[in-house]
Each structure stands twice: as C-alpha cells, then as structure tokens.
C-alpha cells in the first residue's frame, strides 16, 4: 500500500472543454508521439500492422444521446489520468511505484518500481491506466511532467503535449487549486465538473458541459419579426409586390 | 527523493522546420530531429510549428502520427517491373536507369505520333502546377488532377460566382463573424484552420449551425444541427433565399454596388436572349437610377438601380434582381413546400432565414476601415455583415452540387456577406474571377507540346474542347457537352473511358498517388477487371500503365512500371501560389517541404524523376539549348524556374532576397525558405483586408506582388453567363451544337440562376432504394493513407455502416449484427451500428478504411482488410442504363464531379457471414514491401 501526501498546494491538472472538443484525435497522437520517446518505456504497439492493440495514455471517447425531444447529440469526451486527490490508484499500490506528488499532485508512476500487477488500473474507476504489454509496466499520463518543468523547452512551450497540440484550443492546463488561475475561472464561468464525483475520488481535471443544444427557434417570436413579409401576401405574383416595395426601399439607400 | 525520470530530456538534437503532408491543410511542423545508437539521424517527435500562419502551433492527429507515416513498412523501395500477371503485384526490383529507359520507350514514340494516347493524371498531387507544366510540355491533352472527383463543384460554382471558392480558397472571419453556417457533410478541408475556428467562435459565444445528414465532429459541437436529407441542401439554401427575399432582409446598397443584380438582361426573342447587356466594350450594363439610361456597371458615377428596366425596340430589358425577385418568391421555395423533402420542419427553416436576418442586419456594425472602390469611389467604412458560410464535400458530391454551391454564394450576397467584417473571406490569389482564369486547352501536334495549359474556365460552347467532328478531345470528356464546366477533368471517367475506347484508345496510363484500383474510383471491382482486361491476343486493353506512388498501395499491382516516391520528409516540394497555396485571408504565403532525412530505400522524389523523364525525352523546358537536362532536380526547378518573367514556383526571397512575388531567381531562395521556417509571407495592406474584389488597395497589392498583371475587380455573378449561353446552344442557336440527346438536359440544369433539381432520380431503379449511402473521411486519417498508420489506424481501424434510428429499431438490428446493401449496381455485406445522430433516409461509413489484402504492408488479420470495406463497390461511374446504348457518367452534368453522394441503397439485415469478413473480398495481392513489424516501439535512442 502507498500513501497520499498531505494535499498539495498545487494541483496541477487539464480542463477539458466538451462544448468545444470536436473529436479529432489530436490530442491522442500528440500524447502518444511525446511519450513514446520520453518518459520511461514506449509506449508500443503489438501487432500493429494487423489487429494492432497499442498503448495509449489519452483516447477520445464519442456518446451520442437522445434528448426527449430534439435531435441526438454526440459529445466527444478526451480521458486520461484525473490525477484524483483521493487517487485509489495510488494507495492499491503494493510497491510504491504509483504515486502521487506533494509539490504539484501529479500521480505517476515509478517504472523501476512497478512490477506491471496491474492493480491500479483495477482501482481506477475511469479506466485511465493501461499496461504497456511490452515493457511490462503500469503506463499512464504524466501531465507531461517532462514538459511543463522542462528547462530545454521555451516558455511557452512547457505545457503538456496534449494542450499544446489541441487544434480547437479545447484542453488548458494550470493549477485549479488557484482561484485565479484561468482554468480555474473558466471551470467557475462554466460550471466545471467533477467526472464521476460518486467514486469518490475528487479528481484534479475538470470537464465544462456542452452548452445547450439546438435551441435556436425557441424565441420563435422574435425570430418571426424578422421575417415579416415587406408587402402583401397575395399567394400569386409576389414578386410584383416585393419590387414595389423594392422601389421605395431604393428611394432611402 | 531524486526524480527517477529526467524532468528536462531534450527533444532532440535540432529541430527542422518543414511543412506537413498528411492532407491538404499544409501546416508548418517542427521535426525533432535525434541521433541514434548508429550516429543516424532519425524523426524523434513531430509538433506543429508556432510561428506558422495555417496552424501556428496546433497540429491535428494525422500530422502529430507523421512519424508513423515517414517510419511505414509499406513505403516502397526501389522501382519495379512487373513479371506477374497486371492485377497480381509480382514484381522485381530494377534500377533507376532501367525505369527511366522503360518509361522513355514507351512515351517517346506516343509523344512523336499521338501525344493524346497519353494519359497522365495525378491524385494526391500538390504540385499540380508542375505536373500540368510538364504534361503540356509533352503535349498530351489528357492531363487533371483530382478535383474533378473531390471538389469541383465547390471551386468552379465559387470561382464563376463569387470569383473564389471555399476550403483553401476562403475562409470564414473567424474573428468577426456571430453566425456560422457550415454545410454539408465531411469535415476534412481544411483541417486545422476550420478547428481553430470554432474554437474560437465558441471562446466568443457566436452560433454555429451544422447543415448536414451527419452529426459527428464539427456537427456535434455546433450549436444548432439541421440534419437535412442527402442531396437537398439547395432547396433548403432557396427557401431561406424565399424567406429572406420576402422580408426584404437584404443588402441592396451592396447588391446594386457589388453584384449584377442590377445588370439589364437582353430581353430580345434570339441568339442572344437571356445575356448580360454589354456595352461595346464588353461592360454589362446596368439602369443608372440618376441618368435613367443604361450604363456601364463600373462608371464612376453610376447608380445602378436594381429595379430598372429599359425598353427598346418594343421589348423591356429587365435586370437580374428582377428576375431573382421572380423566381424565388415563388410559392414553391415557401418552407413549408420544401420542408418534408429536406427533412427539416418549416419551423426550424423560419427560424434560421430569421436567424441569418437578425445577424446579419441587427448586429451589424461599421467596420473603421477607410477604403476606394473599383469605381474610385471613397468610403468611410465597411458595414459588417457577420454571417459566415463554409460547405463541405456534401455539397460537392452530388450531381445538384454546381448550382447547390451557386445557391449559397447568392444566399451570402444577398445579406452583403461576401468579403464583408464578419462574413466570409477570400484567402490570396483569390478573389480571382473566372474570367481572369486561363481557357481550356486541348490542340495536339506530334513532337510538340499542346497550345496552353490543359485545365480552365470555359465561357461558352466556343471554349469547349471537342475535336472536329464534335467529339471530346480529352479521355475524360472534360470540357465536352457531356459536362461543359469540367474545370478540373474527369478523372473518374479515365480507365473506364479508356477501356471502352470512348472517345477513343489510349496507349498509356500514367497515374500519380491516386488509388484507382481501390477507394479512388467509384465501381472498384470493375475498376480492376479494365485495368486487367486483355484483348483477344493477350495484350492488355489498356497497354500500359506507369504509376508513381511511395507506399504499397492497391494501385501499384496494376501497373507495370513503379515509380518509387519519398515520403514527405525525405524530399522537396513547393506549396505555391500557382496552383494551391497556404494563404490566409490577410496575408498571401507559400511554403516548401525540404529533406529532413535522407531516404534509406533507392527511392527518387516524384517530381525529380518526372524531370529526369522530361529530359530525356527532350521536353521544351526541361532541356538546355545543347539538349542536355536544365534542372537537376525538383529544388532546382522551384528556384529557377519561371512562369511568367519574375514569377516562380515560389513567392519569397526572390531577386536579392529582399523581394517577394515579383524577382528574379535567387540562388538562395531555399535557404531563405528555411531559415524562416519554410514558409514566407506577405500581408495584405490594411485597407485592402477586406471587400477585395471590389477594393482598390487590395488590386494594387495584388497586382505589385504578382497575382496578377492588372487590377481586376468584377461584380458577384447571380446570373451566369457561361451557363446561359450553354442553354442557348440547346435551344438551337449557335454554330457549336450539342448532341440531341443532352439537350434537354443542358436546358434544365444549365439554368443561369441557382436551381435544384433531384440529383439521385436516375439512381433510384428499384422502389426499394430509398436510403443515400454516404462516406465521410475521418478528421484523423486522410483516405487510404492513414490505414499504413501504426498509430491512426488503432484509431479508424474499423468502419461499420451507421444506421439511424428509424431502419435500426424497423429491422430490429442488434449491437455486432450485419447487414446486407444493395444498390442499382452491386451489393455489399457489413457490419453495422446504431447512431442515432443522423438523418432517417441516411446511412453512412467512413470513408477508404477497408483494404485489400496484402496491400499496405497491413498483416492477413488486419480488421481493414476483414471486417472493413467500401461502398465504392455499390457506385457505379456510370449511371444505370437508361435502354439508349449510351454511357452516361454519374457526374454534375455542369461540371463532371463524380457525384459519389446520389448512391441509394436497400438496407437489409442478414446473419452475420460465417467467417465474419465483408463482401466483396478479393485475392490477396501479392507483396512488393514486407509485411510490417509484429511490434513498434519507436523510441529513439542513442
């Protein structure tokens, strides 16, 4: 069993929009591409020219549901590590190597550690670790802890691959245990949630609601004022009408 | 405790900046370049280059896996002859010279007799300016690239209409505008930019709309999805037209300004009925409300008056508004008239007219942006009109989809939105209008090259490009009374026009990254069996095919010499302002690729080997006075190669290096290119940002920087000219006469104002095909080249068919059922999916994941190869037979775009197949790479 650290005062973490993030995937192969060549071992690929069962730290998840009434609607939820406050991950950890970290909250994995038993991917409850079959060791985001403090990269740059890469600008990173940090706000400004906050596990990524869907219509009034016929409705030869009231519309241009 | 991961690794040991290939987006990367164990430079990480004006940092899921794509064991590696049966991919590998000397005997004694038995056409090719030039050179009239089956109905309605066109060529005002339509279904072009976009729509709270059979990606984020049916967006476009008309919630200072509405329309019984009026000039004249005389459109004084009406010699010319007013408040495009067809109710149709009315006139505003006119007048500002529109491949593939495309650049003038604050923006060398653009060209001579470039904007049966005694003179039947307006070719009538010897044979199919025996054509089993037919002494019906390609692809079995190509890291290329640059709204750019690895196969970039071919042949161009070979290879070419004097391939760091556009060829232009990230650019001045067409300062520039040679601005085009007069050649006036059996059509569909006509009528033979099948490519793959994709193809590995609600609950489909689609031309059997998020008469797949197997280097168990299929084999390049012996093409008859959308199919459940594998399958090909690795782990280590 590992132990949490007392609550850290940083709590790094992604801030996932699901009103924006269109389903592309880039955040999947940004990921992938970043860690297969740092942080510890690739993350592979078996078989992958034929049934193909990689390892990936981030997938993109598509639900579509039907409202009661109105069309479907289909969000695209990215997932990855949550990096929890209360993470079962860490404390099902019989060796340690699953930890979480006092400075900033990230929870990673120590792959010198991990004997890949695959514990912690049972704990998890948002199936967000995945073993790496041929490395035989316990793989998952790391916030691209090699990216945000890593001194060889400008500035601008040190923030995880994922949120760099992001062509709608749907992912955003900072620290949410800062009120005034910009996730921070925009998880305020619009009604950030917890994924699955039932389990317990208070995590640190916090996902914005898709806005309300197809609602344009439903002020039908105002809308109707809009199109208010500019001449009499006769059924036949409008267009005599309409140039009518061309001719004086022409008068005031 | 001691970190036990190095929180600093370095990325890499440098960072070269070259631009991406995995679609046509052409985003600027960072390739981190690191050493390995050898001391060999390998691809360690691809990100998207922050300085760039396409992508400026962000990349999409293709161009992140770029090192996936550069690293695939399907990459070919060296050239190959054939030594199996055509169809079969046994091959042996030969040398360089053996495949030149190949390729020259075939093609020197076609170029000295018929440079027509030629037929070189291009696929995935962003070089088309080059291949064009080189097909000229040769003198073939036989050359296009394949917009003709992706997107020339988007770009030839745009370009005629509103002198530009959507994807590359235009772009929403993502900063400015409230409102976004976006239409159709397929969410690819382009790419990144289009994803930048409503992300920052969405930062902003403006509405975004999804008109489209679909709801997935772009769709599922808008605000406000219409789901229409397949194949009537037009007659939902013209019933907002209707609404918006009928309320007179519309721009008329911009139409009477900017657009012919106020042009007269000649109403004299005759040859010349329904044309602009002209002056003797060729200006269209326009009523001038203040001289109450007819005008010339572009004096500096005039009012055009969109009512007026001039009689003469007892007849009434009256303008084209006049005759918009007419036909579009017919009671036929009410909402509620349209609304079952379209499958949206009247309600949600008022409600987006009255939307786009409200926006485009309630939130408008004065943009303070000072500016001079065509007609040199001066204005304060410009009046915003922020409604923007996009459309997509939905629009384009269906046989409606020209004047489908016409309909939304008249819905966008009549609110003023084209090139307004807000509205939608043309991206440099556009606005560019028909007019401006090169006319077809098709003269052959034996030995010499043809008489101007192959590709172009027809303005009446004059331009058409038929030989003497009526026929087409290209295989393809572009630019013919099959399909007048073809302006980017046919090349999805190729092979099978060439099997059928219709118009006539040809010697030699030389293809270019364009998977022809697969996804690339429609009719895919047919495909195949042309491309192996043999005639009665064993020779084969098509007697030689050359292909160039850098992966294992389907097409590569099929020909008899393979030319081996790079992969896009290992090879330079121009992404030029002649044929499809990278530009933005406010600035004009180019790019290049350059060699970042040296290739580690006997592999020759394309374009250098087509140079090497044009040499030894002894093409005008390609040859030195001595004869001896002018370019050393493609590098070379884009430095000193000149199109106009001062006008290369590339626009930047020309002359001394200081100058862009015009200059003579710099020796260091690459290095230029390099240095500042392999793109340059060139912004539009400030006055110029907007209103182009129309704007002075935006003309001047673009005729300093070398767009063009002279300012030219035009008037939006409502009325279409060319098209009229087409009509006027099937209503019997004019020399050049149509054949009978188009003419009835040619007067329904050629109609000089927007119209929908069904375009799917013909497909549906049997009662029983009420369905429209429909594909669309994934945002994370780029058709077959993803599926070599260690990485992408975990992502898209499979395709089922979607079913909406309405057939699956019907049919009582359960999750892992199959089913069985049938259509007038062949039947496939899938597996299936519910997805509720769709419209009821439609079912749909993504595009090009099924495989055939051995191609690709994919293993035997691949699910592509399995499980995965395509409905090309449900969709026929022709149409059914209609019992009169002729081959009619399944294309726009405007434009020839294949309309892969008007497929209607049957959907019937079935047990699933005992070996689990989609129908149709075929003999596994046999295999040019080897099969790739059981296992990547592509780490770079030294």
Redesign the interface.
Known sequence: MTTLPAPPKVKLGLVIDLDTCVGCHACVTACKGWNTQNYGAPLSDRDAYGEAEGTFLNRVHSYTMQPGSGPAQTVHMPKSCLHCDDAPCVTVCPTGASYKRAEDGIVLVNEDACMGCGLCAWACPYGAREVDELAGVMKKCTLCVDRIYNETLPEIDRQPACVRTCPAGARHYGDLNDPASAVSQLVAARGGVDLMPEQGTKPVNQYLPPRPRDTLGADEDILASFLAPVYEETGAEEATGFLGWLDRALEKV | MKD????????GDRVAKTTCYMCACRCGIDVHLKADAEGVERV?????N?DHPV?K?????????G?MQHNA?SRLRAPLRRTGPRGSGQFEEITWEEAYETARAILAPIRETDPSKLAFFTGRDQSQSFTSWWAQAFGTPNYAAHGGFCSVNMAAAGIYTVGGAFWEFGSPDWEKTKLFLLFGCA?DHD??PI??G???L??RGA?V?GINPI????N??????Y?VTPGTDGLLILSLVH?L?????LD??YL?EFSDAPVLIDARPGATHGLPLKDDDGHALVWC?KEQRPRCYDAEDVEP???GAWAQDGVTHRTV??AI??RY?D?AYAPEAVAERVGISA??I??????I??VA??ESWEEPIAWTDFRGRRHETMTARPVAMHAMRGISAHANGFQTCRAIHLLQTLIGSVEAPGGFRFKPPYPKPATAHPKPHCKVTPGAPLDGPHLGFVHGPDDLCLRDDGTPARIDKAFSWDNPMSAHGLMHMVISNAHAGDPYEIDTLFLYMANMAWNSSMNTTGTMAMLTDQRDDGSYVIPNVIYADAYSSEMVAYADLVLPDTTYLERHDCISLLDRPICEPEAAADAIRHPVVAPDRDVVPFQTALLELGARLGLPGMVNDDGSKKYADFADYMVRHERRPGIGPLMGFRGNGEATGRGAPNPDQLNRYIENGAFAVAHVPAEGLYMKPWNKAYQDWAVEIGLYDAPQPFLITLWSEPLRRFQLAAEGHGERQPPDHLRERIKATFDPLPIWYDPMEGHATDPRFTITALTQRP??MYHSWGT?N??????H?RNPLYLP?GIWEAQGFREGDWARVTSPHGEIVVPVAH???QNDETVWTWNAIGKRKGAW???????EANQGFLLNHLIHELMPPKGDGLRWSNSDPITGQAAWFDLKVAVEKCAPPADLRSTPQFETLDRPVP??????????KR
């Open positions: 036990h991961f190095d929180p600093s690794p370095k990325v360690a990480y691809i990100e998207g922050r992508n940092g962000v990349l999409c899921a293709k161009g992140a896996s090192i064991p969410e790419s990144n994803k930048m409503l992300g920052r969405k930062e509405r709309v709801r997935t990606g772009y599922a984020v808008a605000d406000d999805w789901g609404c008309l009928k309320a007179g919630q008329l200072r009477a409300r008056d969109l009512n508004f006049h007013a007419h408040l009671g309600r949600r008022r409600a987006l007219a009255g939307e009315a409200r006139f309630e945002a994370a070599q260690a990485w992408l193809r975990q992502i590995g609600t997805m509720p998020g280097a994919l293993h035997e168990n691949a699910p099969p790739g690795p059981d296992v990547v782990a592509w780490e770079v």
